[in-house]
């Protein structure tokens, strides 16, 4: 079946810095990935989306490129802030299915 | 106003007690979802609802059902609560018409079961 990794659980930073938080997948479809973020307390929000291989997808400062060759959608930001601490998912839908797998998710931590 | 609603935000029950959470979406979607969220696991879904009585299991559906009697409201419930169902549960619905992967979330409610 449909498998997402993301191999970090935790990212500390210092404002300022750039990151890269990593996404591999797995699925014998068409891939359509997603990045939600999720704040303390609160719900999970669509942070960016894309099906579209080797095009930057870009929203809030935050991209992200599918490369299907690669099976890859690593999600980066060039100048991290105190309020991008939060828990982020990588997230995998069938296209025929329309049924997301989740990632188990990296909690970046930004300090001042 | 785009919203998913969940009640209660908090729970406690005995082990062996029935629960019954709650969640509601005024966006008329045709998909709700139930996921549970567990330190290191990510989002698991219980339960993906089409419309309304068309159900289908997720990954976890074990000791969880679900009722789905209208399109905007999609009920979880816990036949005799255990102790391996404390979490936190989202809601979630979405819209094949619009953008089916997009989901929408509740706030979530945090189930402890002693």
């Known amino acids: 079946g449909d498998s997402v990794t993301q191999t970090e659980g935790l990212v500390t930073l210092t404002k300022g810095l750039p990151v890269m938080l990593n996404c591999t997948y797995q699925?014998?479809?068409?891939?359509?990935l997603f990045w939600y973020v999720q704040h303390l307390n609160e719900a999970p929000k669509l942070l960016l989306k894309?099906?579209?291989?080797?095009k930057r997808t870009e929203h809030q400062g935050f991209y992200a490129t599918l490369h299907k060759s690669s099976s890859s959608f690593h999600l980066q930001k060039s100048s991290v802030q105190l309020s991008d601490s939060a828990l982020y998912f990588c997230?995998?839908?069938?296209?025929?299915?329309?049924?997301?797998?989740f990632g188990r998710g990296t909690r970046l931590q930004v300090y001042a | 106003d785009m919203k998913v609603t969940q009640m209660p935000r908090y729970l406690i029950k005995r082990m062996g007690e029935n629960v019954l959470l709650e969640c509601g979406q005024d966006?008329?979607?045709?998909?709700m979802y139930w996921y549970r969220q567990d330190p290191g696991l990510g989002l698991q879904l219980i339960y993906i609802s089409y419309d309304v009585d068309s159900n289908s299991e997720g990954d976890i559906p074990k000791g969880y059902r679900v009722s789905r009697k209208k399109r905007e409201h999609f009920s979880l419930i816990l036949d005799s609560a255990k102790t391996n169902q404390t979490s936190v549960y989202f809601c979630a619905s979405s819209s094949w018409t619009v953008s089916a992967e997009t989901l929408y979330f509740g706030s979530g409610t945090r189930l402890t079961v002693l």
């Open positions: 966006m008329s979607h045709e998909t």
């Open positions: 894309s099906s579209t291989d080797n």
């Open positions: 997230a995998l839908s069938e296209q025929v299915v329309g049924q997301l797998t």
């Open positions: 699925t014998t479809y068409s891939p359509f």
